[in-house]
């Protein structure tokens, strides 16, 4: 039996959004369309509740990018204060000794 796992696959947001245009315009079952695109059928149950929930717009899926990247950006800012902190206590402990 192979064990190996099969890569991640990625998907642009306009392919999700042709594929969810598929099942919800097009007249095909998500079961169909998830054979015929070779997705598996809860990735497409995913899609269509996802772009229920933000609309199929410009803007549909961005949310998560910018939740995404706001995360980056707060993780990356924490771990700047955290290296400020820890200088500043570094320092604070050398000015007590120099004080004594």
């Known amino acids: 039996m192979d064990t190996e796992k099969k890569p991640r696959r990625t998907y642009s947001r306009e392919y999700k959004i042709e594929a969810v245009r598929l099942t919800t315009e097009g007249g095909v079952s998500v079961a169909k369309a998830a054979r015929d695109l070779e997705v598996n059928e809860n990735t497409l149950h995913n899609w269509r509740r996802q772009f229920r929930r933000w609309g199929a717009g410009p803007t549909a899926g961005k949310e ?23 200088f500043l206590k570094k320092a604070a402990v050398w000015l007590a000794r120099e004080a004594h």
């Not at 910018?66 to 290296?83: G, I």
């Open 64 to 86: 998560v990018l910018t939740v995404v990247e706001e995360s980056r950006r707060l993780r990356k800012e924490l771990a700047q204060v955290r290296e400020e902190r820890d």
